[in-house]
Nanobody, 120 residues
Framework: QVQLVESGGGLVQPGGSLRLSCSAS????????MGWYRQAPGKQRELVAT???????NYADSVKGRFTAARDNAKNTLILQMDSLKPEDTAVYYC??????????????WGQGTQVTVSS
């Protein structure tokens, strides 16, 4: 098991930037996929970005060119750099990790979420 803790959320004006961090309680190098998701009030949780181990980062169309996600394996941390923020980016942002244990056992781990509010 692993504990994931997000931080860095807050209130920012449109066009501003925020950097979210997801700290893991142990090494993240073994996770096949890590990613960021978000959920706005009254809406379903949606993908922001995923980072497959050894593969290219995938971004939702709504954030391409504005957000950058990366793993920092040395620090056991997942990063989401958010630039050119828009009001529609307002949501609770969640860190996710999927671990391959064996066939038929691939648990997902989630952080508690951090609130991002983009408003003037």
């Amino acid at each position: 098991q692993v504990q994931l803790v997000e931080s860095g959320g807050g209130l920012v004006q449109p066009g501003g930037s925020l950097r979210l961090s997801c700290s893991a309680s142990r090494s993240i190098s073994n996770f096949n996929v890590m990613g960021w998701y978000r959920q706005a009030p009254g809406k379903q949780r949606e993908l922001v970005a995923t980072i497959p181990r050894g593969g290219s980062t995938n971004y939702a169309d709504s954030v391409k060119g504005r957000f950058t996600a990366a793993r920092d394996n040395a620090k056991n941390t997942l990063i989401l750099q958010m630039d050119s923020l828009k009001p529609e980016d307002t949501a609770v942002y969640y860190c996710n990790a999927r671990e391959f244990v064996r066939w038929g056992l691939e648990p997902d781990y989630w952080g508690q979420g951090t609130q991002v509010t983009v408003s003037s």
